[in-house]
């Protein structure tokens, strides 16, 4: 069902709104250890991905901030010369207990998931003696540290006295420790939030070695990525982009909202996202030609690319995208015309397609068909999905706002 009034909605509010929230959960959270901490922000995430699992930016979101919670808690163990043991201090500490893949990383996949063994401390012995030196692993100081790390009261030949302020000093330099992580894993959230309002203006940089003049673009939705992108490119190319529109459905929001809108949905507000889109293109001296949908395969042999953008790249390759993606992207293939696909850092997601159907959202059928033919309704079985999964053959280019990357070594 379509959402109401007030949801947030696209994979960039989202991702945002997600960093949002967890950045003020962990502000908010009394840090003790990092375990905690990791395992707040795991249940928060999870709520978060119940509330819309299709949404699959908010679980990859999640996993970023996981992953800066770890690096900062193993920063701060290698500044205070805390081995890490096996690999000599060289590798990343194995969390497996609170890993991403017992977290965050199985909840929009109901495929097989990987479980490591969880490493043990190793007993070794000194040259000549037959006393046990037990080696304790990175992952067991931050799993159990009251557990191996040696007491005051287990140190014979020390006043107890002495032993008490010890005692002190250590909780208050643990206080203290606990704090700095706090504003270190805070200033890497923001870092997180920052990227994704530079993203489309990260990509848009690529547009001018991506577009030559002359050439015939095609799209087929209003979305703020694809319009930067293009007027980027407009700065120094002449080209012409044919507009394929679509039946005025609930999806095309998705694709022109911006990154703080909060709305509901309504054909003005689609007339007014697809009209924004090409008035834009217009101002930057873009040729514009809107055709209606069924005649993109009569024109493709006209197009020299295809530009998309997408709701969410998966592990394997494929992406979801507004619906429409797949017959334009089949079109393509058979003219032999190269497909472009715009994906910012937070829509790629180590999720793998084991179920597509799955992966798609649904919208009302009333869209389609009005009520108000009572005869037909009753009579037929409509369908009006939102988005497509397009399959990773039907691309042959992803722009990040970090890297560009050729589909056939797009797999995560």
Known sequence: MPPAAGTIRDSKPCAIATAQLLRRVVGAFRVSHVAQLIERVQQVGRLLVAAQPRELAIGNIVRRILGVIRDEAEENRNDQGVPCSDAGGRGRPDTSDLDRSEGIGNLSTDGPTEHRPQPTSQPSYVAGTNTPITTTSLFSLLSHPSSRLASPSETPGIDPRLRQTSGSIHAKSTLQDAQDLRAEVIEGIQ??????????????????????????????????TLQKFLVKAAAKRKFTVIYAETSSDYHHPHQASSASMIRSTSESDVEAGSDQFKKALTAASVTVVVVPFSAIFALMSRVDKVLLGTHAVLADGGLVAAAGAKAITKAAKVHRTPVVVLSAIYNLSPVYPFDTHALIEYGGPSQINAYGDGAVIGKMYLENPLFDFVQPDLVDLYITNLFVLPASSSKL
């Open 191 to 224: 870092e997180i939030v920052d990227e994704l309002n530079q993203a489309d203006d990260q990509m848009a940089g690529y547009a001018q070695d991506y577009i030559h003049s002359n050439e015939t673009i095609l799209t087929h939705t209003p979305s703020t």
